[in-house]
């Protein structure tokens, strides 16, 4: 039926489930990847600039765009950014908020992947989540993700049928 009824404005994708299993997490472990990120990077918690500057650029825009403004964010959302020179060029967040714990979103600037940014920036949020009482939910977009949840201490559960829908234009 979304096939039929949207047709060029749906497109059939395959998504990776990824096992909620609170308890999982081994802290050493995830501790020891906040402080292996590589020289000339750190990690902070997203603040009111960084939102800022994770919404004007758009590989980051999703770590924080759900939420309407800073204020929504700072109270319901969560998030680490990986910083160069001040700047976010990776991070982990919570794309959304549910009552027992969070959807995480991670992304890099292309020029930053294959560093270990994005390691560290999501064993550092698992850290948080646990710390606050929250659960750190995992969907995978792609299996490049299910690795990394899988070297966080997830566990691949199944893939299932999505769609992406686009807006259709007006005119």
Same mark, same amino acid.
């Given at each position: 039926?979304?096939?039929?009824?949207?047709?060029?404005?749906?497109?059939?994708?395959?998504?990776?489930?990824?096992?909620?299993?609170?308890?999982?997490?081994?802290?050493?472990?995830?501790?020891?990847?906040?402080?292996?990120?590589?020289?000339?990077?750190?990690?902070?918690?997203?603040?009111?600039?960084?939102?800022?500057? /994770?919404?004007a650029?758009?590989?980051?825009?999703?770590?924080?765009?759900?939420?309407?403004?800073?204020?929504?964010?700072?109270?319901?959302?969560?998030?680490?950014a990986?910083l160069?020179?001040?700047?976010?060029?990776?991070?982990?967040?919570?794309?959304?908020?549910?009552?027992?714990?969070?959807?995480?979103?991670?992304?890099?600037?292309?020029?930053?992947?294959?560093?270990?940014?994005?390691?560290? /920036?999501?064993?550092?949020?698992?850290?948080? /989540?646990?710390?606050?009482?929250?659960?750190?939910?995992?969907?995978?977009?792609?299996?490049?993700?299910?690795?990394?949840?899988?070297k966080?201490?997830?566990?691949?559960?199944?893939?299932?049928?999505?769609?992406?829908?686009f /807006?259709?234009?007006?005119?």
């Amino acid at each position: 039926m979304i096939e039929t009824g949207l047709g060029d404005h749906a497109r059939r994708i395959v998504r990776y489930a990824i096992k909620k299993e609170p308890g999982i997490f081994d802290r050493k472990r995830l501790e020891q990847a906040v402080l292996a990120v590589g020289d000339g990077f750190e990690l902070s918690l997203i603040d009111r600039r960084l939102y800022e500057a /994770c919404l004007a650029e758009g590989w980051s825009r999703d770590l924080v765009s759900q939420f309407v403004e800073y204020e929504s964010f700072r109270r319901l959302g969560l998030g680490v950014a990986a910083l160069r020179d001040g700047k976010p060029v990776s991070g982990a967040s919570s794309y959304s908020r549910y009552r027992e714990g969070i959807e995480i979103e991670i992304d890099t600037k292309p020029e930053y992947r294959r560093k270990g940014l994005a390691y560290a /920036c999501g064993a550092k949020l698992i850290l948080e /989540c646990m710390d606050r009482g929250l659960y750190p939910s995992w969907d995978a977009q792609n299996p490049a993700s299910v690795a990394l949840a899988e070297k966080l201490g997830y566990h691949f559960d199944r893939e299932y049928t999505a769609y992406e829908v686009f /807006c259709r234009e007006e005119g």
